[in-house]
């Protein structure tokens, strides 16, 4: 499989993945690692702009839940 579409499939399971608390600081990484495979001639400027959309797309899942988003547990009476 071609490094692109590695990438591309790498991106996208991290940006879809839920919260999780490392989630914030994969995506940086992320991000960190395109710019360094952009600035080295790894990445061309319009692979660069795809990947670091998915990441950004689904950057929703990357914020921690607030207390409304988180599934609420509701208690049965015996």
Known sequence: MP???R???TVN???RHPFYPGKPEAV???LDDLEERYRDGSLTHE???ILVS???AEDD???EPTESDRPTRSRHSS
Do not use: P, V, W
Request: with cysteine; proline share 0%; aromatic share 4%.
């Open 13 to 15: 399971l991290i940006a």
């Open 28 to 30: 940086h990484d992320c």
């Open 61 to 63: 899942n990357a914020i």
């Open 7 to 9: 990438l591309e499939r």
């Open 47 to 49: 692979q660069k702009s």
């Open 54 to 56: 998915l990441l950004t």
């Open 3 to 5: 490094t692109f579409k």
